[in-house]
């Protein structure tokens, strides 16, 4: 049985086009907070989220724009919630249920030292 060295036919195959391990041409992600709204919020010395919220709250702004505002700060402003307890709490949960009723420890002998 032969092991390692040259096998014949192995390999890519000659004019495919792959990446290799080492390429790192992915572009950098962009901010979360869209260009204009930094803009903006820089020019009137405000942090991004206050900026965002005092948009969102100006009767006075278009609907839309208020629109894209919320969008924008909500999740800086609120977490989302999670579906139900992790595995490790349902774990601890359980362990405690059944450390109790019949299978609870029982007291500690009476110690009639004198």
Not at 7 to 17: A, E, L
Not at 45 to 64: H, Q, R, S
Not at 81 to 86: F, L, M, R, T, V
Request: glycine residues 10%; aromatic residues 4%; charged residues 40%.
């Amino acid at each position: 049985m032969a092991r390692g060295g040259y096998r014949p036919g192995s390999g890519p195959q000659k004019g495919t086009k792959y990446k290799k391990r080492g390429d790192k041409t992915e572009k950098p992600k962009k901010d979360k907070i869209p260009s204009d709204i930094l803009e903006e919020a820089k020019s009137e010395n405000l942090m991004p989220l206050d900026y965002m919220l005092k948009v969102m709250n100006d009767g006075n702004e278009p609907k839309e724009r208020r629109d894209r505002m919320a969008i924008a700060a909500a999740p800086f402003c609120h977490a989302r919630i999670a579906e139900g307890k992790g595995k490790k709490q349902e774990k601890d949960d359980k362990a405690k249920t059944a450390g109790a009723g019949k299978f609870a420890p029982g007291r500690p002998p009476i110690a009639l030292v004198k």
